[in-house]
């Protein structure tokens, strides 16, 4: 596979600045979700509309942000993988097996140096994995 060596930088426009990522997650059950990342993972929820006609969450976290949603379309579609990064990884593991080890990753259920450089274990429940890095 080739690939092209060209970037497109634009011309630097002050107007298009850009100071986070927020992904969405669908789940056939929101509860799923919450589970994840509020009861394991200590998000807060900064907003919640669960009569909607998509049941969705605004979850918050160290200063990020995650979309929730329930939409039983979407989630047997999209099964994304996201990377949270952290300054200490051995006490959020530490954390995370201790509170939620069913949710280690078989795969990577261990903080493991990676060739890249960077230290990585993940989670995985029935919608989303998360591998958590420090670099």
Known sequence: MKVKNELHHGDNNPNMNF??????VF?????????????????????????ASQPYCV???D??????????QLAKAHYPELRLETNNIEEVYADVSASHSHLLHPNLNK??????????FAILDNQVGIRFQQW
């Open 19 to 24: 100071s986070k990522l927020v992904p969405s």
């Open 27 to 51: 789940y056939a059950d929101i509860a799923d979700g919450l589970k994840l990342f509020v009861d394991c993972l200590q998000f807060t929820v900064e907003h919640k509309d669960f009569n």
């Open 59 to 61: 979850l918050g976290k």
């Open 63 to 72: 200063g990020i942000r995650i979309m929730v949603f329930q939409d039983e």
């Open 111 to 120: 903080v493991t140096n990676r060739p890249w450089g960077a230290k990585e």
